[in-house]
């Protein structure tokens, strides 16, 4: 199978949902010895920005989105491994995490797939997160990125904790924060001295390419 007809396999897959073909292709791409992070780009990625082009413009919904996901961590997680070290190196890291006190993921966990398929390289610190770990991680792993989200106007101000403590820790100046969630705003995100709100998960992923 020529590289071009493996590539839209692995896009049409993840457009589709089907995560079976995005294995398959996956493998296949392996066995062309094609670079596998052009799979991923041109293929996985290419797929999932489609889908999260249709979700911002509600042209598909929430459950739509999450099957695509399931569907392009299935060829992830053949293609990541065969990654040059190297090629690793050059990727911005990022995480996302649901503060402390806080339960609700759909959000971070479409936010966490618009940034893989944006690029990053992301770590999902999962919800109900301490705050005193996301502070001593993003310095520890030296990340690039963190997008803090909450459903819940009581856990709002574990966001500017992060951020004071971020400040405290001397790292603030080499970390982006991008906060989301329904009772945020970009006012609040201003006042807790935080660098972005986003409207929804593609605004996250594309403020930030663009900020990095």
Same mark, same amino acid.
Request: with cysteine; aromatic share 4%.
């Given at each position: 199978m020529s590289k071009?007809?493996?590539?839209?396999?692995?896009? #049409?897959?993840?457009?589709?949902?089907?995560?079976?073909?995005a294995e398959e292709g996956a493998k296949e791409a392996l066995a062309a010895k094609m670079d596998p992070l052009d799979a991923i780009n041109n293929g996985l990625v290419r797929g999932m920005s489609i889908i999260g082009d249709k979700y911002a413009a509600r042209q598909v919904y929430l459950p739509q989105v999450l099957m695509s996901a399931k569907t392009m961590y299935a060829g992830l997680d053949l293609l990541l491994p065969a990654i040059p070290k190297a090629s690793m190196k050059d990727m911005k890291k990022c995480a996302t995490a649901v503060v402390e006190g806080d339960v609700h993921d759909i959000?971070?966990?479409?936010?966490?797939?618009?940034?893989?398929a944006g690029g990053?390289?992301?770590?999902?610190?999962?919800?109900?997160?301490?705050?005193?770990k996301i502070i001593k991680e993003t310095k520890? #792993?030296?990340?690039?990125?963190?997008?803090?989200?909450?459903?819940?106007t009581p856990t709002m101000d574990g966001m500017k904790t992060v951020v004071d403590g971020l400040v405290e820790s001397g790292y603030r100046k080499k970390v982006k924060i991008c906060i989301g969630g329904a009772p945020t705003?970009?006012?609040?995100?201003?006042?807790?001295?935080?660098?972005?709100?986003?409207?929804?998960?593609?605004?996250?992923?594309?403020?930030?390419? #663009?900020?990095?």
């Open positions: 071009e007809k493996i590539l839209n396999k692995l896009s #049409e897959a993840v457009v589709t949902g089907k995560p079976n073909l959000g971070k966990n479409i936010v966490k797939t618009m940034l893989t990053f390289v992301v770590t999902d610190w999962g919800k109900d997160v301490p705050l005193d520890s #792993e030296k990340l690039d990125a963190v997008a803090l989200s909450t459903l819940m705003s970009p006012s609040f995100a201003k006042e807790i001295g935080a660098d972005h709100r986003d409207a929804n998960a593609q605004d996250c992923a594309n403020w930030l390419k #663009e900020a990095l």
